[in-house]
């Protein structure tokens, strides 16, 4: 326990502690010489007794005047969670409803539907530390991996705000997996990535992708927000000249994605309810032992000196207040 004080210099007026061992406040009267009579053991005691009490009492009250306290301090801690990066697209198809329309009469947007959900998901996870990546054409740290709760919601609603056009997903997930370079290998690491289109990957990126995922141990989970009518990551094509990237880059992607030595998991979300669905699953899956830091602050001990200081006095104004004066 780091013990501290604001006002060390103080402790030098504990040599006072001494003075009830060299006399104490009690009344002093005449005895007739009693060397013939038996040690009394209860006198004694008593007469020790008060006079510790009386040393602990000014030992206490100077102390609390030197201002002790425990300084701030980190311990490690065991829970169940996950270190979370949220990767969350910001191209302009977000701004739409899942009906492929501009919301209208309080419809909400794909991106804001997704911000409410992931609200309510950081507020629910009490023990994981959250990150936030946006992405369009390119991609933004918005906040770094930590257990501040608040920043990690206020960023999330950060981007609802209106995007670009371009679905840049593997710059998204570089920056998004640079988030667990200094990270704890021991704890569960995922990247959530919550998009509504894709784009063609190029051989380089793909395979530094993979390396990156094989290096880190991330979990990857996809929620694809399906637009009404437009192709699922789970179709297959009509005519089979349509089958390649260019044409159908969500299933190519998806499809790269089940190549990578990771843990994945793909959610096609069609509406609110299922996107709801996909993060409650997400929350479920991520439940593994976590071990992290909590900061402690520092903690100011003068109250618990000074009631123990009170403590000892009224010991010594109850011993002098049952002084009595022997008759004879």
């Known amino acids: 326990m780091n013990i501290a004080f604001d006002r060390p210099v103080l402790l030098v007026a504990l040599v006072l502690a001494l003075l009830p061992w060299w006399r104490l406040p009690l009344r002093v009267g005449e005895h007739a010489w009693l060397e013939m009579w038996p040690p009394d053991g209860l006198s004694t005691g008593i007469d020790i007794g008060l006079r510790i009490a009386a040393s602990l009492a000014i030992a206490a009250l100077i102390a609390g005047l030197a201002r002790p306290y425990i300084g701030a301090q980190t311990v490690e801690k065991i829970a169940r969670g996950a270190h979370v990066v949220l990767t969350l697209d910001r191209s302009l198809s977000m701004d739409q409803t899942f009906a492929g329309r501009n919301p209208q009469g309080g419809e909400e947007s794909k991106s804001e539907t997704a911000r409410r959900l992931l609200t309510e998901f950081i507020g629910e ?167 992290y830091e909590q900061r402690l602050p520092r903690r100011d001990l003068s109250g618990w000196v000074y009631a123990f200081a009170a403590v000892m006095l009224v010991l010594g104004v109850a011993s002098k207040a049952a002084e009595r004066e022997l008759v004879v």
């Not at 784009?199 to 993979?210: G, M, P, T, V």
């Open 125 to 291: 996870r009490d023990h994981d530390l959250f990150g936030v990546v946006s992405f369009s054409t390119r991609p933004m740290a918005v906040v770094p991996l930590s257990d501040d709760r608040r920043a990690a919601q206020a960023a999330v609603a950060a981007a609802a705000t209106r995007g670009l056009a371009f679905t840049n997903v593997a710059a998204g997930l570089f920056m998004s997996l640079s988030y667990f370079k200094d990270t704890r290998a021991s704890a569960s690491r995922a990247i959530v990535l919550i998009s509504d289109g894709a784009a063609e990957i190029d051989f380089r990126s793909a395979e530094h992708l993979r390396a990156r995922f094989a290096e880190y141990d991330v979990s990857l989970y996809w929620i694809f927000l399906r637009t009404a009518g437009s192709p699922g990551i789970f179709d297959a094509p009509d005519e089979p000249r349509n089958d390649n990237a260019k044409a159908m880059p969500e299933r190519y992607l998806h499809r790269f994605f089940q190549s990578l030595s990771t843990p994945y998991k793909a959610y096609e979300a069609e509406n609110p309810a299922a996107l709801a669905e996909a993060i409650s699953d997400i929350g479920r899956l991520e439940r593994r032992p976590l071990v």
